[in-house]
């Protein structure tokens, strides 16, 4: 008899005639259920695979501490010019350097350039943008420009000398290493001069000492590769190159890219990192360094208005409001390299600034029509470039000049007649950076 309150079970009569038609009747359903049985199977091991497999994944486009994005020179390389392809009407030539510019009275009306053939290059422009990395359209053209440390007097800064000088910050020739695995030994030979002496000291920074492995991964990159542009002892170079002509500037350069050379070797062989070899695979070049010094300073414009220190750092109580004219933003820290200076110099503790933006004013000479400037040489001064140079800011800054330059061809006026509204609204539509608004979403109508 059954309990009260529970419920009561019957046995099958025919199991066996059951599960006949069970199973006959999920036949119809039976590529269905294998594909349940295949995904159920296939879950389970990517959820056991799975963290094994984002951890190598990981491990392998992890970057170094000195920025939050880094990546392999020929990656980027890769980029522009799938970028450039894109645009139906651009042409890219390359191999040629500035020889000369073409004048009208004040107005620049083109260029010429020389190949190592000797082979020239006549171009006729609307309107030019200088994008070298010294400047070096300005003294060709004749427009009005400084180098090295501006006066107090000249731009307010409280930080800056009394007196004007020609020093500029240090130079880097840097390095890809590539890791070519456990037991490799890829050290370079023993370069002329060479004197551990020189880089010890290298694994300290900030008064702190860190590990050899730390130092490293201060410009580690995907693909087991690492940027060797390490400023405390090591390959940071001061050599003043900004005026020299061409052929005799090369020359110039070599102790730099000797001396990039020598501290490879102390990796390799003080530090004992054997198996960190000259990657094969980003440098065309006879030794495999990059092509040209990071030149952290060059000429700089002297244009209709000029950005310092103190319109960054306290750029609400200045006289005029270049940020409301904003075209790009910097986000760094103040940052000079002069620790190579022969002699010594005085170091400048900068005080913290906050991300700001580069007015448009600073792409147009004063004196010059039809000319913009970009890059590093664009007119900020001395102090301020330290945060201004870096490449972020550089390349926004290069997108707003050549934004600039089709603007004033397409309204048959100068760059100087553009209003800054406009450009900003076509930055703007380029979903570019043109102001730090970290509150503000770049789809906001308020930004």
Not at 29 to 35: Q, S
Not at 191 to 216: H, K, N, Q, W
């Amino acid at each position: 008899m059954p309990h009260p309150g529970r419920m009561t079970t019957q046995k099958a009569k025919d199991f066996k005639g059951t599960m006949r038609s069970l199973l006959a009747e999920l036949g119809h359903y039976k590529f269905r259920l294998i594909a349940v049985i295949v995904f159920a199977v296939l879950s389970t091991i990517f959820n056991i695979a799975g963290p094994k497999v984002l951890a190598k994944a990981t491990t392998a486009l992890a970057t170094g501490w000195v920025s939050a994005t880094q990546f392999e020179p020929h990656v980027a390389d890769s980029i522009f010019k799938a970028m450039a392809a894109a645009e139906p009407t651009l042409e890219v030539i390359h191999g040629y350097r500035l020889e000369a510019v073409r004048m009208k009275e004040r107005t620049v009306t083109g260029a010429s350039f020389l190949d190592k053939r000797g082979h020239r290059l006549e171009v006729e422009a609307r309107t030019t943008i200088d994008a070298t990395d010294l400047g070096e359209a300005l003294p060709m053209s004749g427009t009005p420009y400084r180098v090295g440390m501006d006066a107090r007097a000249l731009t307010g800064e409280a930080l800056a000398p009394e007196e004007a000088n020609d020093i500029v910050q240090d130079l880097t020739v840097v390095a890809i290493l590539k890791d070519y695995g456990e037991g490799a030994d890829r050290t370079i030979p023993r370069p002329e001069g060479y004197d551990p002496a020189e880089f010890e000291g290298c694994c300290v920074s900030g008064g702190r000492e860190m590990t050899p492995e730390y130092m490293l991964r201060y410009g580690r990159l995907p693909g087991g590769k690492y940027m060797i542009n390490w400023p405390t002892k090591g390959n940071d170079c001061y050599l003043n190159v900004v005026e020299l002509p061409w052929e005799e500037r090369i020359e110039a350069l070599r102790p730099a890219r000797e001396k990039t050379l020598r501290f490879i070797y102390y990796i390799q062989h003080e530090l004992g990192f054997r198996n960190l070899g000259i990657a094969d695979d980003e440098f065309a070049t006879e030794d495999g360094l990059a092509y040209l010094p990071y030149h952290r300073e060059g000429r700089r414009l002297d244009g209709v208005v000029r950005l310092t220190l103190d319109d960054v750092a306290a750029r609400y109580d200045r006289p005029t409001a270049l940020y409301r004219t904003g075209v790009s933003v910097g986000d760094y820290p103040v940052d000079h390299h002069h620790a190579c200076y022969p002699g010594g110099m005085e170091k400048i503790t900068f005080p913290p600034v906050p991300s700001f933006s580069i007015p448009a004013g600073v792409m147009i000479p004063a004196a010059t029509e039809q000319l913009l400037v970009a890059d590093k040489a664009i007119s900020v001064s001395n102090l301020i470039n330290g945060s201004t140079r870096l490449q972020p800011v550089v390349l926004l800054t290069g997108q707003a000049a050549g934004t600039l330059a089709a603007l004033a061809v397409k309204s048959g006026c100068t760059p100087r007649e553009v209003p800054v509204r406009s450009l900003q609204r076509a930055l703007l539509e380029q979903k570019a950076y043109i102001a730090p608004t970290y509150d503000v979403r770049p789809d906001d109508p308020d930004f």
